[in-house]
C-alpha cells in the first residue's frame, strides 16, 4: 500500500490536523515542514504530489507511539537506512502499539469494515518472519483495517474512500 495513502487514512481516522502531524513528528525528532507535509497529503494525480519516503511513515508512526503511551527511557525512534523498506506487518503492529489494540479489538475493527478475520490468523500478521506460520499483510487486508478504524473514530462521518 503506498505510505501516503496510509498517512492520509491514519490522519483522517484519528482527526490529526497539520499541526498535531507537525507535533507527532516532532515527538520522534523529525521536524517536518509544512509544505512537505501538504506533498505528501496529496494524492497520485494532484499536481504537489511527493512520494511519502518509508523513514518518514515509521517516524510519524513513532511519534504516534510517543503521543499516546510516552517514550521509553532509552528508546529512540526507528530510523530507516536508506532502501531499508517498512512492510504492512509493521505498520500494522505500529498502529496496535499506538492504539493499545488487543486482538479482539483488532478483529471488531474488521468487523466494521465487513472483514472476517480469526485470531489465528491475526496472530500470524505479528509473527516473527522467519517463523513458520507468519504471514505476510496485504495491502487489501491494511486497507480495510484503516476503514474499520475510521468507522470507530469516527462513526458520524460518512466515510469517503480516499
Not at 18 to 27: E, P, Q, R, S, V
Not at 45 to 55: I, Y
Not at 78 to 84: K, M
Request: aromatic share 8%; hydrophobic share 35%.
Amino acid at each position: 500500500m503506498i505510505h501516503n495513502d496510509v498517512l492520509r487514512r491514519l490522519r483522517y481516522a484519528l482527526t490529526i490536523n497539520d499541526t498535531a502531524a507537525i507535533a507527532i513528528f516532532k515527538l520522534a525528532d523529525y521536524d517536518m515542514e509544512l509544505e512537505y507535509l501538504h506533498g505528501i497529503m496529496k494524492k497520485e494525480d494532484e499536481p504537489g504530489f511527493v512520494q511519502c519516503r518509508d523513514k518518514v511513515l515509521s517516524l510519524f508512526l513513532d511519534g504516534l507511539i510517543y503521543k499516546n503511551r510516552g517514550k521509553q527511557e532509552g528508546r529512540e525512534p526507528t530510523v530507516l537506512e536508506p532502501g531499508e523498506k517498512l512492510s504492512n506487518n509493521e505498520i500494522l503492529k505500529k498502529i496496535r502499539i499506538a492504539l493499545t489494540l488487543q486482538e479482539q479489538d483488532i478483529i471488531n475493527i474488521m468487523q466494521l469494515a465487513n472483514f472476517k478475520l480469526g485470531k489465528s490468523e491475526l496472530s500470524a500478521l505479528f509473527r516473527n518472519p522467519q517463523h513458520r506460520n507468519y504471514k505476510e499483510c496485504g495491502d487489501q487486508f491494511l486497507r480495510n483495517f484503516l476503514q474499520g478504524l475510521t468507522k470507530k473514530y469516527r462513526p458520524a462521518d460518512h466515510w469517503q474512500p480516499q
